[in-house]
C-alpha cells in the first residue's frame, strides 16, 4: 500500500492550505487515517486524526482551525487548514491504519505518506 500526500506550499499568515493524502493498493479497508507534522528540530507530532465512522480528534494547538475529514471511496484523507500561523511551519505527514489484502490472506498496515512542506511566512 502508498499514500500520496499533497497541497503542501507556502502561505502568508493568516491564510489556507488543504492537504491531501490518497491510499493506494491492495486495501481492504481503512481505520483511522490521520496528520502528523514535524518541524525542525523538534518530534513528530500528532494534528488531527479521523477514525472510518467519523469521529475526530485534534490536537489543541489547532482546535478551530483546521477540519479533517476522508473520503472513504476514494481512501483520501484531507486537511484543511485556516488561519495558518508561523508556528504551523512543518513537514505534514499522512498515516492510515490499513487493512491490506495479501495473497497468503489480509493484514493490518500501518502506513505513513511521504510529507509535504507547508511553510508560513510573510
Not at 22 to 48: D, F, H
Not at 86 to 103: G, K, M, P
Amino acid at each position: 500500500v502508498q499514500l500520496q500526500a499533497s497541497g503542501g506550499g507556502l502561505v502568508q499568515p493568516g491564510g489556507s492550505l488543504r492537504l491531501s493524502c490518497a491510499a493506494s493498493g491492495s486495501i481492504v479497508s481503512i481505520n483511522t487515517m490521520g496528520w502528523y507534522r514535524q518541524a525542525p528540530g523538534k518530534q513528530r507530532e500528532l494534528v488531527a486524526a479521523i477514525t472510518i465512522g467519523g469521529t475526530t480528534n485534534y490536537a489543541d494547538f489547532v482546535k478551530g482551525r483546521f477540519t479533517i475529514s476522508r473520503d472513504n471511496a476514494k481512501s483520501t484523507v484531507y486537511l484543511q487548514m485556516n488561519s495558518l500561523n508561523t508556528e504551523d511551519t512543518a513537514v505534514y505527514y499522512c498515516n492510515a491504519d490499513i487493512v491490506e489484502r495479501l495473497r497468503i490472506g489480509t493484514v493490518r498496515t500501518p502506513a505513513w505518506g511521504q510529507g509535504t512542506q507547508v511553510t508560513v511566512s510573510s
